[in-house]
């Protein structure tokens, strides 16, 4: 079919008198078709019309097409059973032509951004092998958006903690911040709403207010907003990611920052510059850091074990084996575990993230070798008011003690018939078991009673008057 433009030049040479022969052999056409434009007399393209297979099967198309949500493979199926000769090229061209299920795509929006005016950061999960294993990593990424300088991370989890080191790094990355942080309507960042009335967590706009800039979200289903970030995670999952081997999250995450270095110092086709030559034009604008800024920590408490541990992510720390039983506050960073007892700091360890119930130990938190941790508990108050009235105890009593353990109510009741009975039938009776080893006090006490049964407790023989 001829274009608008050969039908015009076709009238047009007509009209200045060549006959259709020659405008034929000059447009390099069939003059069949030259005499079919010219009795047209117009240079618009008529309309294709020829009959649609599936015209006939529309309502039942319409119908599948709701009851089988959309799949065009199913809608096929039951309309082959159905008897309807149509080709599933043939159903899929009749359902695009007609706006069956699919719309023509909105054109995407452009944004132009000043030097330090955004930054965008969002996350996407992947996966990567460390250690010999493939595990699900998180990777957080954070692009400038005038100079697209880029920096990114990886993180087995990721929360507000995480959140706030990775913006950390990525801040003293750039040496600054942009004026606004576009992210996304996800909880990590937002408290409530959604959009333009989206209202950060609190610290996390304390976060924000210290390096001087502000959270804002774009709308929901407006991704193309946030595109900065978007568009290098695939880069991220097939040029960096996939085929890579890393020892350990620390190696993962230098071999992450040295990318950054890469990619920024790249000569860019699409920007014509590297994105590091931009970023100097760009630096300029950026909020200055703080004076000061402290690590960002999570805080928690926990109590040390009684085998001298405490329990962080089901991974345990070693604390100096005195501090069992006191609650130590832990501060966790995303490198190290640090204990403090009160203001002073009693440990630090290297922060590991798996695999679970792993012991993390410091030789110099137990005792020296050959020496247990030793309790030295003071003597019951009974056991010293009993030496005090009798010294010659001691030796039975220690004994005694061995035999009843750390129970003080046997010590009160061998107290109180101490202070009962005579001395003396009480120390004979404590003589004969001490010789028997006898330790039960109830035959102690039938001991000392039948001792001092005929001094105490006369027989009275003498014959009642009458």
Not at 120 to 147: E, F
Not at 389 to 415: D, M, Q, T
Request: net charge positive.
């Amino acid at each position: 079919m001829l274009d608008e433009d050969t039908r015009a030049a076709i009238l047009r040479l007509h009209a200045q008198g060549h006959g259709s022969r020659k405008i034929a052999h000059a447009l390099g056409i069939a003059r069949d078709s030259v005499r079919r434009i010219l009795r047209s007399g117009s240079s618009t393209v008529p309309p294709l019309l020829r009959a649609e297979l599936a015209e006939p099967w529309r309502e039942q198309i319409l119908e599948l097409y709701a009851r089988y949500e959309g799949h065009l493979g199913r809608v096929h199926d039951a309309l082959t059973d159905l008897g309807a000769a149509v080709s599933y090229p043939a159903l899929t061209a009749f359902c695009r032509r007609h706006g069956i299920g699919s719309a023509p795509p909105p054109p995407a929006g452009h944004y132009l951004f000043a030097p330090g005016q955004e930054m965008q950061h969002d996350t996407s999960p992947h996966c990567a092998c460390i250690a010999g294993t493939r595990v699900r990593v998180q990777t957080a990424s954070v692009v400038l958006c005038y100079s697209r300088m880029i920096f990114f991370q990886h993180y087995p989890r990721f929360t507000r903690f995480e959140c706030k080191a990775f913006l950390a790094q990525a801040i003293a990355y750039f040496q600054g911040s942009a004026g606004h942080c576009m992210v996304d309507n996800s909880n990590v960042v937002v408290a409530a709403g959604t959009g333009a009335h989206m209202i950060p967590a609190p610290e996390m706009a304390a976060f924000a207010a210290r390096y001087s800039f502000v959270f804002v979200a774009h709308e929901k289903g407006d991704a193309n907003r946030s595109a900065r970030v978007e568009a290098p995670f695939q880069r991220i999952e097939k040029g960096f990611l996939v085929g890579a081997t890393f020892a350990d999250w620390t190696d993962l995450n230098l071999k992450a920052r040295a990318t950054c270095e890469t990619w920024n110092a790249k000569y860019s086709t699409k920007l014509h510059a590297s994105r590091r030559e931009l970023f100097a034009s760009e630096q300029s604008y950026l909020k200055p850091l703080p004076l000061h800024v402290p690590e960002v920590y999570q805080l928690c408490t926990r109590i040390v074990d009684a085998e001298g541990y405490v329990n962080v992510n089901r991974v345990r720390y070693s604390a100096p084996y005195r501090l069992i039983g006191r609650a130590l506050e832990v501060r966790e960073t995303l490198e190290r575990v640090v204990l403090y007892d009160g203001p002073r700091q009693v440990a630090s360890h290297a922060r590991i993230h798996g695999p679970l119930d792993t012991r993390v130990t410091d030789p110099a938190h137990r005792p020296p070798r050959g020496q247990g941790l030793v309790r030295h508990r003071p003597p019951a108050p009974e056991l010293i008011e009993i030496l005090q009235i009798a010294p010659c105890l001691a030796i039975y009593l220690n004994v005694f003690k061995s035999h009843v353990g750390e129970r003080r109510a046997p010590l009160r009741r061998f107290l109180s018939m101490l202070r009962d009975y005579p001395r003396e039938p009480f120390l004979a009776a404590i003589a004969d078991a001490e010789r028997y080893r006898l330790f039960d006090l109830d035959r102690l006490e039938k001991m000392v009673l039948r001792r001092i049964a005929d001094d105490y407790f006369p027989l009275d023989l003498e014959p009642l008057d009458e």
